[in-house]
Nanobody
Framework: QVQLQACGGGLVQARGSLTLSCRTS???????MAWFRQAPGKEREFVAA????????FYADSVKDRFTVSRDNAKNTFSLQMNSLKLEDTAVYYC??????????????????WGQGTLVTVSS
């Protein structure tokens, strides 16, 4: 059983920055990892993902060039650096872990384990 704990959310002004972290237990160096988010009244949506080796990254069009996903397998952490935040980035952010992506990184059903979520609120 893999446990994920997300943290780093908070209140930030538009155009500001925030870094989310997800700590995993036990080690998940061979898992593909992703961030999804869910805004009030909306479906959960893909944000970013990174392969187990850390070489491949994927981003939603809405966050490309603003967000950067990374992982440190030695520390069992997985991060999302968010820059130039917009009001529409307000959501609960969830980290997920997949033993193996069969189809696409973009679908939440590919992920086996989830963190509890951390709230990001962007204000004007």
């Amino acid at each position: 059983q893999v446990q994920l704990q997300a943290c780093g959310g908070g209140l930030v002004q538009a155009r500001g920055s925030l870094t989310l972290s997800c700590r995993t237990s036990p080690r998940t160096f061979n898992y593909d990892m992703a961030w999804f988010r869910q805004a009030p009244g909306k479906e959960r949506e893909f944000v970013a993902a990174i392969g187990s080796a850390g070489g491949r990254t994927f981003y939603a069009d809405s966050v490309k060039d603003r967000f950067t996903v990374s992982r440190d397998n030695a520390k069992n952490t997985f991060s999302l650096q968010m820059n130039s935040l917009k009001l529409e980035d307000t959501a609960v952010y969830y980290c997920g872990a997949a033993k193996e992506i069969i189809g696409s990184y973009f679908y939440d059903y590919e992920y086996d384990y989830w963190g509890q979520g951390t709230l990001v609120t962007v204000s004007s």
